[in-house]
């Protein structure tokens, strides 16, 4: 298989918007013909917008659009100028006097991160679109990533920054990506060295045993571990798919985040991934999978690589990469 540019699937858009002053944004997805689309929601505190539709056994066609959002609940009004875009662009559903644009979604927690009252909005949304397909993808702290930070389990003072990322994979005529906006929890690791990249640290440096030694050693205790992390992203993809198999890719997705996030799909994380299917190339479904596992993993070291360091929460690039 080879990596490519998620950029290189074809049918989709991707754009991001944000604030950087007030640490959050959003990004959106966009597929103007529609796809098939599935959602798998595994975190114990999602905030996510019309993901019932997408169950196999309800009506729904096809989706034109995923937002992920930061602004936690109140970032799902984003949506509203994604709806408004697609309109405007008469991408949706035909109903005879106007067209109706399927959009679903999911938020992640960025409040703390900076301005708490500046959210994203209709606005925001309507950027977002605009800047797709138009503008250079960017990682890092950029749309629903510009928020969004690691490592939270002794507080703001040990986290780091996290962000969103980007990957994509070809075999022949088949394309998997996926574009994951990384706010867990816990820690970030790659399987492949064993090192954590971003998490919580002590003195300036990884913890020992990471996000997962402090939660098992603190087993008596009752606290909430600041349950506003998650892990919110995409699946994209050319392969022919059918609604249950777009929810099982979804499913099988989260294999990305078991191996790059440490713990994942905590209590306190609102771990939420969706996939969209094109349909343009047959193909096996668990191939389809495998691809898609490796995207989420390595989209989601991505997104802390190409963090920046902002709102008093250190980077990857600075504590790892400049220090040593």
Avoid: W
Wanted: glycine share 14%.
């Amino acid at each position: 298989m080879e990596k490519i540019s998620v950029t290189q699937i074809p049918g989709f858009q991707i754009g991001h918007a944000q604030n950087l002053e007030a640490a959050t944004g959003c990004t959106v997805v966009i597929c103007e013909k529609g796809a098939v689309a599935g959602v798998d929601v595994r975190g114990g505190s999602p905030g996510t917008r019309e993901t019932d539709a997408l169950d196999p056994v309800n009506n729904r066609k096809e989706v034109h659009a995923v937002l992920l959002a930061g602004g936690s609940a109140f970032g799902l009004d984003a949506a509203g100028g994604v709806m408004r875009y697609l309109e405007e662009h008469r991408i949706g559903r035909d109903v005879e006097v106007t067209c109706v644009p399927n959009v679903s979604g999911a938020i992640l927690f960025d409040l703390k991160c900076g301005n708490a009252m500046v959210r994203p909005d209709a606005e925001m949304g309507y950027l977002a679109c605009r800047n797709a397909g138009v503008l250079p993808l960017e990682e890092g702290s950029v749309g629903a990533g510009t928020g969004c930070t690691v490592g939270k389990t002794l507080g703001k003072t040990h986290a780091m920054k996290g962000g969103i990322g980007t990957c994509a994979f070809r075999q022949g005529d088949l394309m998997v990506g996926a574009v994951i906006a990384v706010n867990c929890v816990g820690d970030i690791c790659d399987r492949e060295s064993g090192r954590i990249l971003a998490g919580v640290l002590q003195d300036g440096h990884p913890f020992p045993g990471g996000s997962e030694e402090i939660i098992v050693s603190s087993y008596q205790s009752t606290a909430d571990f600041f349950s506003g992390n998650t892990v919110i992203g995409c699946v994209i993809t050319n392969a022919k798919l059918e609604k249950a198999q777009a929810k099982k890719l979804a499913s099988v997705s989260h294999n990305g985040i078991a191996r790059a996030v440490r713990p994942a799909h905590s209590v306190f994380d609102g771990d939420t991934l969706f996939t969209l299917c094109s349909g343009e190339v047959a193909a096996n479904f668990d191939a389809v999978g495998i691809l898609s596992a490796y995207a989420v993993e390595q989209a989601i070291l991505q997104a802390v690589k190409k963090a920046a360091s902002l709102g008093g929460y250190p980077s990857y690039q600075d504590v790892f990469v400049k220090s040593y």
